[in-house]
């Protein structure tokens, strides 16, 4: 079981958001983030807790281990507008339920 | 260049069967992952089955004893046969490369639509 909050997020360009992910038991760094725009399919920002996806901005960080896990967004783009999934994998796979992240 | 790309979605009444098929390009499904992993309409991501390289399987609980995948590594393909449908069923379906060591998925198809409806 993966717990992501907020579910939805205001914030305006340039701001700084982070999205928080909680599993249920230990998972080590076991642990993704993903990004998902309307009418498309997720896209990997980070896997194994911090590492970042090749091609992905340096403003995206991961971090966390165990059961506390967080994805932070530095300096807003409007192209990040998004929603965004963790996403576990020490069990088979779980996804978090998802925050949408929204300009205010 | 990785590609993934499903086709074979539509409506299906409850009790049907399906196939859906993902054909890969840009690696070989005989030596990586290939997950299917479903998105209900307005809702989130589950993950569905996956085929390691050696050609083990699993399945989430939902679709356990009703959906079979498997590969055809001559067309390198990887497919998902779905029987008895339920209207809980309707997604839009991905298949994705897993990376075997760190479980996550790196590249993903664009989806093909399951709708199961009388």
């Known amino acids: 079981q993966m717990t992501q909050s907020p579910s939805s997020l205001s914030a305006s360009v340039g701001d700084t958001v982070t999205i928080t992910c909680r599993a249920g038991?230990?998972?080590?760094?076991?642990l993704a983030w993903y990004q998902q725009k309307p009418g498309k399919a997720p896209k990997l920002l980070i896997y194994d807790a911090s590492s970042l996806q090749s091609g992905v901005p340096s403003r995206f960080s991961g971090r966390g281990s165990g059961t506390d896990f967080t994805l932070t967004i530095s300096g807003l783009q409007p192209e990040d507008f998004a929603t965004y999934y963790c996403h576990q994998s020490q069990s088979t796979h779980t996804f978090g339920q998802g925050t949408k992240l929204e300009i205010k | 260049e990785v590609q993934l790309v499903e086709s074979g979605g539509g409506l299906i009444q409850p009790g049907g069967s399906l196939r859906l098929s993902c054909a890969v390009s840009g690696f070989s499904v005989s030596s990586n992952y290939v997950s299917w992993v479903r998105q209900a309409p307005g809702k989130g991501l589950e993950w569905v089955s996956v085929i390691y390289k050696d050609g083990t399987t699993y399945y989430a609980d939902s679709v356990k004893g009703r959906f079979t995948i498997s590969r055809d590594i001559s067309n390198n393909t990887v497919s998902l046969e779905m029987n008895i449908l339920r209207a809980e069923d309707t997604a839009l379906y991905y298949c994705a490369r897993e990376v075997g060591i760190s479980g996550n998925f790196d590249f993903w198809g664009q989806g093909t639509l399951v709708s199961v409806s009388s």
């Open positions: 038991q230990s998972i080590g760094t076991y």
